[in-house]
């Protein structure tokens, strides 16, 4: 029977942490800070949130539109936070902070369309409504092609809500903001209610 050398076995230890942090040094996501005080402060009482995307690209108002209803539409989905207004605007401010909100979770895209692919440029932030304080900031920057097959149903979908536009940018913005959005803390519910919520959206 063989038997595997200890320094065989460090060498592939060595080789997939070099690869893990490889790995991480190349991912379109930077940047990410979350709250020191996030466990103690937020993360039970800081969820419900209003999804901004501001400033909107001059004549590009739908764009804003799509990447608030992709990212609505993943945060619901795949995180636990519960997202009761969305809107596309000039700007994103303390007075977006209405009844039964919590925090404004607001995206400045920026986008430039080459061939048929789009670069995408992404800053995300999280501010609590009390005190307007950022809890989470990350930034992301890469390409992705229009034309994706694995999200052709998701791009239809908007394009037949948007118009063409969204046979440009939707599977670009669901590409970027899975990625930037999956850097969320992880807030607990704990209200019978905001759970009941959560299960419904």
């Known amino acids: 029977m063989a038997t595997t050398h200890p320094v065989d076995i460090l060498s592939k230890l060595a080789l997939a942490?070099?690869?893990?942090?490889?790995g991480a040094a190349c991912s379109p996501v930077q940047n990410v800070q979350i709250r020191d005080d996030y466990a103690k402060?937020?993360?039970?009482?800081?969820?419900?949130?209003h999804f901004v995307?501001?400033?909107?690209?001059?004549g590009?108002?739908?764009?804003?539109i799509l990447y608030s209803a992709i990212g609505t539409r993943y945060v619901n989905s795949h995180r636990d936070f519960i997202v009761r207004k969305a809107s596309a605007q000039k700007t994103a401010s303390k007075a977006d902070c209405t009844e039964k909100i919590e925090a404004v979770l607001w995206l400045e895209p920026k986008v430039s369309v080459k061939?048929?692919?789009?670069?995408?440029?992404?800053?995300?932030?999280?501010?609590?409504?009390?005190g307007w304080v950022p809890i989470w900031s990350a930034q992301?920057?890469?390409?992705?092609p229009s034309n994706d097959d694995q999200l052709?149903?998701?791009?239809?979908?908007?394009?037949?809500?948007?118009?063409a536009i969204a046979k440009t940018h939707a599977a670009p913005a669901f590409r970027a903001l899975?990625?930037?959005l999956d850097t969320l803390p992880k807030p607990k519910l704990i209200k019978e209610s905001d759970i009941d919520e959560k299960i419904e959206l």
């Open 17 to 22: 942490a070099c690869l893990a942090m490889i």
């Open 41 to 49: 402060v937020d993360r039970t009482s800081t969820y419900r949130v």
């Open 53 to 58: 995307t501001a400033p909107l690209p001059a």
């Open 60 to 64: 590009k108002t739908k764009l804003g």
């Open 115 to 130: 061939g048929g692919n789009v670069d995408v440029s992404v800053r995300g932030e999280l501010r609590r409504c009390h």
């Open 140 to 144: 992301l920057r890469d390409t992705w």
């Open 152 to 163: 052709s149903e998701l791009t239809k979908q908007y394009t037949s809500d948007l118009g």
């Open 178 to 180: 899975r990625l930037l």
